[in-house]
T-cell receptor, first 110, second 115 residues
Framework: EDQVTQSPEALRLQEGESSSLNCSYTVSGLRGLFWYRQDPGKGPEFLFT???AGEEKEKERLKATLTKKESFLHITAPKPEDSATYLCAVQLISGSRLTFGEGTQLTVNP | DAGVTQSPTHLIKTRGQHVTLRCSPI?????VSWYQQVLGQGPQFIFQ???????GRGNFPDRFSARQFPNYSSELNVNALLLGDSALYLC??????????????FGDGTRLSIL
């Protein structure tokens, strides 16, 4: 069965304290891995798509990487406005549906 | 440009009633997907429609149905509502189906509460 697991469930950082979120997956035929940010009461906001092992994408303080078994979302010198739930999702070759992990709730304290 | 719009934003129903949720995709997007997100969990796939045809269905009972209109907007219908149907219902659109490697963009959802 296809599985997506995110860790940690929750993460508290001080402003400027860099860290990484993990998304591990067990799937048959990965087409792409997606990272989304979700604020309370809002829908997920698209951040990155990664398609092949070794690929990296960057946007401001965020950098996403992909291996054959997992993806990392690195947050460099985070600010309080980076506080949100970060979701990763996989899309298989066989279809368009996204299979999401449970998310990591990130809190950045000033 | 307008993003994915969903209506209504909030809805309160009682058990046994039915509900219709509506979604307008981003202009030019032809694929619409529906997801259910229970509090504290990741979204779960319900349906995908592309060019008015059902292209995928998740593990949800037959009480859930959907359709897509010629203008690519979509409706999600849920009959015989149960308490467990309380959730945030998200609509996502993309330009094409999976073969074009397009990310899905989400609306802010409809918060459905069942009493």
């Amino acid at each position: 069965e296809d599985q997506v697991t995110q860790s940690p469930e929750a993460l508290r950082l001080q402003e400027g304290e860099s860290s990484s979120l993990n998304c591990s997956y067990t799937v048959s035929g990965l087409r792409g891995l997606f990272w989304y940010r979700q604020d309370p009461g809002k829908g997920p906001e698209f951040l990155f798509t990664l398609y092949s092992a070794g690929e990296e994408k960057e946007k401001e303080r965020l950098k996403a990487t992909l291996t054959k078994k997992e993806s990392f979302l690195h947050i460099t010198a985070p600010k309080p406005e980076d506080s949100a739930t970060y979701l990763c999702a996989v899309q298989l070759i066989s279809g368009s549906r996204l299979t999401f992990g449970e998310g990591t709730q990130l809190t950045v304290n000033p | 440009d307008a993003g994915v719009t969903q209506s209504p934003t909030h809805l309160i129903k009682t058990r046994g009633q039915h509900v219709t949720l509506r979604c307008s995709p981003i202009s030019g997007h032809k694929s619409v997907s529906w997801y259910q997100q229970v509090l504290g969990q990741g979204p779960q796939f319900i349906f995908q429609y592309y060019e008015k045809e059902e292209r995928g269905r998740g593990n949800f009972p037959d009480r859930f149905s959907a359709r897509q209109f010629p203008n690519y907007s979509s409706e999600l219908n849920v009959n015989a509502l149960l308490l467990g149907d309380s959730a945030l219902y998200l609509c996502a659109s993309s330009f094409r189906d999976r073969r074009a490697r397009q990310p899905q963009h989400f609306g802010d959802g409809t918060r459905l509460s069942i009493l």
